[in-house]
């Protein structure tokens, strides 16, 4: 195929256009299935149109509700189904959470996102949740929470503490998300996605790679995040971390090129989120982290830990922040 017809089948223009639907599975296979270095130079290209290519913004994690999970995702370690050496802890307290905010925005990080591993919140916990809120923001970060499902007005009270972002994710295409988990459906996760949207809370929702799915179910979850009315502002990619004792330890890893493609594929389509780099990097070489920056990805979590497994150290991503010449975004 010469390159204009090839332009032509994966949709060129859409990254200009507002009609994200233009992106079909099908098209963002073309994406995949193109030469490396067309696809990583058309997401570079894209990726300068619209932000400084050497600005990364950091994000820093605490988990501030450990393990003990009703649910079943059969990548997680905090599953109380699963033996992982997750032991189910008592929520954070607010002393704990603002030291750890107050330490994060010290190392440079400006998000502060916490989670908890909960199906969803009750009425009880969103309220502690709240006032954790307003204690990180207290501390001059921008504020992210990923709490599970929320019913009906839980979006609301959030968005009234301050919340900025709420983190909830597709995780894989429809038709892989059944293999993965069975305690919630794919459409739960879309209503709890439109009332964060409908609340006014900015939407950060992405999925996980690695998982032995194909290329297609990838091409597929990139597809349906990009027809989102709008897409989300805030776009996490994990690679699978393997833990122990859950279904899927052993899974033969993903070609760490393809996880390129992967933050490739959301750059172009989702032209102006901010695409994370997110699980993952502590099993990743820093030249393929630095083929990630190049193909789009403009965010990572920053700190030693994500939720319960392991990131590269503060001084590990200063010093390859160093090699690269990339600066935090402010
Ligand atoms: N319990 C809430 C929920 O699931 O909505 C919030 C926390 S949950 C840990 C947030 C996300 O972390 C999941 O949706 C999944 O995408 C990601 N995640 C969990 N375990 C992971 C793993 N082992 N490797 C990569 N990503 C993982
Ligand atoms: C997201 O998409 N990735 C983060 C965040 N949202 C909450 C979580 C990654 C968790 C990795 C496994 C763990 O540390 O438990
Ligand atoms: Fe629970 Fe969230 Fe882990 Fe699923 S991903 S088991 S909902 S903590």
Redesign the pocket.
Known sequence: MDTASYNESAGVGADSSPRNERWSTRHVEDLFDSPFNDLLHRAHTVHRRHFDPNAVQLSTLLSVKTGG?P?D?A????SARYRTGVADEELLSLEQVSAAARLAKANGATRFCM?????GPRQRELERVMEMVRAVRAEGLETCA????LKEGQAEQLKAAGLDYY???L?TSPEFYGEIITTRTQDDRVQTLARVRRAGIHVCC???IGMGETRRTRAALIAQLAAMEPYPESV?I??????EG?PLHGTAPLDPLEFVRTIACARITMPKAMVRL???REAMSEAIQALCFFAGANSIFYGEKL?T?GNPDVEQDRALFAKLGLRPRQ
Do not use: F, K, M
């Open positions: 999970c649910e995702c990548y997680c370690p905090q989670g908890a591993a909960w199906r990923t709490l599970g499902l983190n909830h994710n995780d992405g999925g996980i996490p994990n690679n699978l971390v393997q833990v859950t997110s699980a993952g939720l497994t």
